[in-house]
């Protein structure tokens, strides 16, 4: 059997923090420690959506197992997935109706792909 994984981050409020490490943790290469322990997160790797080089859409798994947060939605000891621009953690079902939603907005794009071929067709007769 093996250990559970476990890292140890330094805080300013509460001096080095071990706790345990999740599976689907990136790390914390980005650890300042002059953070408060409450602010400690486990963040997943991303998963993008990117178009001619923007940014549209992230979502990655996030846990922020000491906050007091009461509002699953702003982030917590819950795990969930934190999706920008939105600015909310999502739990699995409001992920599924996201992911419904953005099918949906692909056939409305799709359809606007096809009126615009019609119309450029139109236009070149
Ligand atoms: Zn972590």
């Known amino acids: 059997m093996t250990e559970p994984r476990t890292v140890t981050l330094p805080t300013e409020d509460h001096g080095d923090v071990t706790l345990p490490e999740p599976s689907w943790c990136a790390g914390h290469a980005g ?48 795990p969930g997935v934190s999706v ?3 600015g909310r953690t999502l739990d699995p079902v409001q992920m599924y109706g996201l992911a419904a939603a953005l099918d949906s907005y692909a056939d409305q794009l799709r359809n606007l792909a096809d009126q615009l071929t019609a119309i450029l067709t139109e236009e070149h007769r």
């Open 31 to 78: 650890h300042r420690p002059d953070s408060a322990r409450i602010d400690v997160m486990h963040v997943g790797s991303a998963v993008d959506l990117t178009f001619l080089g923007i940014e549209v859409f992230t979502a990655e798994l996030v846990q922020s197992p000491y906050s007091a947060s009461t509002v699953p939605e702003l982030g917590g000891p819950t």
């Open 84 to 86: 920008w621009p939105l």
